[in-house]
């Protein structure tokens, strides 16, 4: 082959059977590709409508559980008695059984169970949203007790007080910084304030750095509001008031700022 002949072989470009061969595949393979396009877009349409209908039920959830006891109440062949989800006019309209997000021509549709319980109510609201696609539905639950019927329940104490007693302990940073009257604890049980005795008599100057105070048979209880006080060669501290719940340890900084 000359070099004339070699050259114009090499400068040719692609044929008409070659462009047309191309063209099919390309078609063929964008013809395959299409349905996962199309799944893919219709899953994440569905996620939208499913993120959107459980911010909706979570949100009627959280007004429901607002209303006053006596107010849950869902009827919805009678929707135009009060209280009522299913009244449109009820609460202000918060319950309104057809939603339209902000933005969008989508109706969600809104429908509420509520069942009654000696002591507590369960609510269920579902949303709906029916398209051109498949329907999606949302299903959220929520217990709401009865006031009265807590109030009226007696419980078990979760701190029953020991029948010796609560003990108290209190230690220090440096116990030969302590100085008369020391440490005192006092506790007010309606409006009488008691000042108990540690279990044994306060010395001083204590004899080591390291030394604890203890009283012993100590109520307790919420309503038994306490306050320990320590006396030191540089300050007074008091604890802030607390409640002895269980047996416990105070530790008092008696050198402030110091090592």
């Known amino acids: 082959m000359s070099i004339s002949a070699r050259t114009k072989y090499e400068a040719r470009g692609f044929s008409m059977v070659e462009l047309l061969v191309t063209m099919v595949l390309a078609g063929i393979i964008f013809a395959a590709m299409v349905p996962l396009f199309a799944s893919a877009l219709k899953k994440t349409s569905g996620d939208n409508f499913r993120v959107t209908s459980t911010n909706i039920a979570q949100d009627r959830l959280e007004k429901v559980r607002q209303l006053p006891y006596t107010e849950i109440v869902a009827d919805s062949a009678h929707p135009t008695t009060l209280p009522n989800l299913y009244n449109p ?3 202000g309209g918060q319950f309104v059984t057809t939603y339209y997000p902000v933005g969008s021509s989508k109706a969600y549709t809104i429908a509420y169970t509520v069942d ?3 002591s507590y109510k369960k609510v269920i609201v579902t949303v709906d949203w029916s398209g051109s696609g498949p329907n999606y539905t949302t299903t959220m639950k929520t217990i709401v007790m009865d006031p009265a019927a807590v109030s009226a329940t007696s419980t078990a104490n979760p701190y029953p007080t020991p029948t010796t007693g609560y003990t108290l302990t209190v230690s220090f940073k440096d116990a030969t910084q302590v100085i008369s009257p020391g440490v005192a604890v006092s506790y007010k049980i309606g409006t009488t304030t008691y000042h108990p005795a540690p279990t044994v008599a306060q010395t001083f100057p204590f004899p080591s750095k390291t030394f604890t105070v203890t009283w012993t048979g100590l109520p307790g209880g919420r309503n038994i509001p306490y306050t320990v ?5 540089y300050i007074t501290s008091t604890a802030p ?4 719940l269980t047996n416990g340890w105070i530790k008092f900084d008696t050198h402030p700022g110091g090592s």
């Open 229 to 233: 006080t320590c006396h030191s060669s």
């Open 116 to 118: 009654t319980y000696p």
């Open 241 to 244: 008031i607390f409640h002895l």
């Open 89 to 91: 006019a009820f609460a």
